[in-house]
């Protein structure tokens, strides 16, 4: 309460007139007008708001559609516009191979991780064990550990043990060992699911395997959903995985990291270069169309619920 | 592996319990505890592999000579005291880093909210904004920030050009030592789209009953931002800062493609080139591990600033469990 009172001392010297007008014969029209131009006021800083948000990609995919010449110009729009752009660059030797890479990494990573993840996340929600906490810290301090901290031991352990460098399998294989991110969303995810539809499966006779796949699992599809998600923007995104393992190796380059390279070889074609850097948003931009919801539901459980 | 998988009100009666646990109870006991260690089994063995053992080794590699083909030699705190003495790229990577913690940080959380805030004011199409508001957050960083190295081209990119056609002064922006943070915080704040629908969300959890009353006690709309919403959301603010600081410090794809793009390097595979142009003004912490490990293959030298990263970050995520105990939260 005492925060309503300094509220009001607060806001009466700035705007006398709201509390006045409340008494007054004219109160319908004028709080009409004020309506309609907190509307407006809103409305206006939306679109300038949209407009900042949107005219990179705006610019960036009419550079996309000029002449080799145009693009290295100051114009906005393009006076030709060259759709073959996207054919030379689909076309460009080594594009098909890092779509294929990177498809090969954000999905089979993707999977692998929803497998191992599921069953960890479930053990830290639902079951109760000596060691659950300090488990359950571990895995935040590994989801907050960058990967630069371990990347020399891991380099040397799958370059020099394994032989496994110029090859994406270094990225690939740790996500069958469970994602910390991963585990601990599905988790606080899983938190949410009471405790009687556990114990009623347990009840019917279910044992624990039978209640994950039959019980939790259903119930869990939002939340796997987002992980999934995640983890494939992840891999989609990746840059400095690539970089360590398959710098090296041009056929073994995914999108994000071939991207930059083709910038360097291409590097007077501005109108290319954008051609590509759409190719590899696209896929990224639909995906989300398709699956908006469960991505901001994802979003948000990382950050406010608890 | 002791762990129990029963109730902790039976493992108590059991612990305290007078006589020997009966055969059939203890059997359960150990199928509980079989059972734990194998839904956590994956986890346990990523654990050990990819954390702990990589994690000593690069705190033993830390006190080696180590250039990966000879053994590694051990020479106690030289690489320590070379790198916090005399390694020309560790303190402007730490400047750069608290740069980037006072400047990126806030701009982010601040128009972060300020989006938030805007969409939950928007009534008319606001699927539509929120989705246009979110996208950017989605673009791949590697794409995004070529997107931005074209954008903001000094000389013939549309930012510029457009800047000049009002009259204002068009910087260099990633060509300009003093511009290209600038430039990646204009990169950053664009793609603000996670904060946004976090903050979205816990406006929308401010008890609308506060909002009535002050505003029958004529609190104006400022007022009832300061006196109502902040205290409301201050958690969320502060976590939006934490993970930012912690981000920050892990700063590493944008400003390294930022900086080879803008410096003309052709990239790919493994050419030698020197990181944070222009004059290392965007030099990140996990770009000198990169340069020191693999373009110098200076190991040992590497694995320090690899512990300076590890220790910053932990420090962070432990001040963010400890101010949120919601982190871990319920069921605990």
């Given at each position: ?8 001392a ?14 007054g ?11 309609l ?22 610019f ?15 114009d ?9 752009n ?7 030797p080594?594009?098909l191979t ?6 090969l ?5 993707t ?24 488990s ?8 907050m550990?960058p ?7 891991m380099?040397?352990?799958?370059a ?12 690939i ?32 006779g279910?044992?624990e395997?039978?209640?994950?796949l ?13 992980v ?18 398959a ?6 380059w995914?999108?994000?990291?071939g991207?930059e ?21 696209a ?7 398709f ?16 | 592996m ?9 493992a ?11 055969p ?17 089994s ?5 654990f050990?592999v990819f ?25 106690g ?35 972060g909210?300020?989006?938030?805030l805007?969409?939950?004011k ?25 997107a ?13 050009t ?10 260099g ?17 664009w ?13 929308l ?6 909002y ?8 104006g ?7 109502i ?16 600081v912690?981000q ?17 390097v052709i990239?790919?595979?493994?050419q ?20 020191v490990g ?8 590497a ?25 871990i939260?319920?069921?605990?």
């Amino acid at each position: 309460m005492a925060q309503l009172t300094h509220t009001k001392a607060a806001a009466a010297p700035r705007d006398p007139g709201a509390a006045a007008g409340t008494a007054g014969p004219d109160r319908a029209g004028g709080a009409d007008r004020r309506a309609l131009l907190h509307w407006i006021g809103v409305h206006a800083l939306g679109v300038a708001a949209a407009l900042f948000f949107v005219l990179p990609f705006v610019f960036l995919f009419l550079t996309s559609l000029m002449s080799d010449q145009q693009a290295l110009t100051r114009d906005l729009v393009p006076d030709t516009w060259e759709w073959g752009n996207y054919a030379k660059v689909w076309n460009t030797p080594g594009f098909l191979t890092w779509w294929r890479n990177t498809l090969l990494y954000a999905g089979l990573g993707t999977l692998l991780t929803v497998v191992s993840s599921v069953p960890v996340a479930y053990a830290l929600a639902k079951f109760r064990f000596r060691g659950r906490r300090l488990s359950l810290l571990l895995v935040i301090a590994m989801m907050m550990l960058p990967p630069q901290v371990v990347v020399i031991p891991m380099y040397l352990f799958w370059a020099k043990q394994l032989d496994l460098s110029g090859t994406l399998w270094p990225l690939i294989i740790p996500m069958a060992f469970g994602d910390a991110f991963s585990i601990f969303l599905l988790r606080q995810f899983l938190l949410t699911i009471p405790d009687e539809y556990l114990d009623a499966a347990k009840v019917d006779g279910c044992g624990e395997v039978r209640t994950l796949l039959r019980v939790v699992l259903p119930m869990a599809k939002p939340g796997i959903a987002a992980v999934a998600l995640f983890q494939f923007f992840c891999a989609w995104n990746d840059y400095f995985g690539p970089q360590i393992y398959a710098s090296d190796n041009p056929a073994a380059w995914t999108l994000s990291y071939g991207l930059e390279s083709f910038k360097g070889a291409h590097h007077t074609n501005w109108n290319l270069t954008m051609a590509a850097t759409v190719l590899v948003m696209a896929p990224v931009i639909v995906l989300f169309f398709f699956a908006q919801k469960a991505f901001v539901e994802g979003v948000t459980l990382t950050g406010v619920k608890g | 592996m002791t762990s129990t998988g029963t109730s902790s009100g039976i493992a108590t009666g059991i612990t305290t319990g007078p006589g020997p646990v009966a055969p059939p109870l203890r059997a359960k006991r150990r199928r509980a505890a079989l059972r734990t260690a194998a839904f956590m089994s994956p986890w346990l063995i990523g654990f050990a592999v990819f954390f702990a053992y990589p994690l000593l080794s690069t705190v033993y590699f830390s006190f080696t000579k180590y250039d990966g083909f000879r053994p590694p030699v051990f020479n106690g705190l030289d690489n320590w005291t070379y790198v916090f003495t005399d390694y020309p790229l560790f303190w402007p990577a730490m400047r750069n880093t608290l740069w980037l913690v006072v400047v990126m940080v806030a701009c982010r959380v601040v128009f972060g909210l300020g989006v938030g805030l805007l969409i939950t004011k928007i009534k008319t199409a606001a699927g539509v904004f929120r989705t246009l508001f979110y996208l950017p957050y989605l673009a791949p960083p590697v794409a995004a920030t070529l997107a931005f190295v074209f954008l903001l081209n000094p000389g013939t990119g549309p930012v510029n050009t457009l800047l000049e056609a009002v009259g204002l002064p068009a910087p260099g922006w990633f060509t300009d030592a003093d511009w290209s943070k600038p430039a990646l915080t204009v990169l950053a704040v664009w793609g603000v789209g996670d904060l946004m629908v976090i903050f979205m969300a816990a406006l929308l959890d401010v008890p609308k009953e506060q909002y009535e009353a002050a505003e029958l006690d004529g609190a104006g709309a400022w007022a009832r931002f300061r006196h109502i919403t902040l205290p409301n959301i201050s958690p969320i603010i502060l976590f939006a800062v934490v993970t930012g600081v912690i981000q920050a410090m892990q700063y590493y794809t944008q400003p390294l493609v930022a900086g080879k793009v803008a410096a003309g390097v052709i990239g790919g595979s493994g050419q030698q080139f020197e990181p944070g142009y222009p004059d290392k003004s965007t030099l990140t912490l996990p770009q000198v591990v990169y340069n020191v490990g693999f373009q110098r293959f200076d190991y040992g030298t590497a694995c320090v600033v690899a512990l300076v990263l590890f220790a910053l970050s932990m420090a962070c995520t432990a001040l963010l469990m400890r101010r949120r105990g919601g982190l871990i939260g319920a069921g605990d």
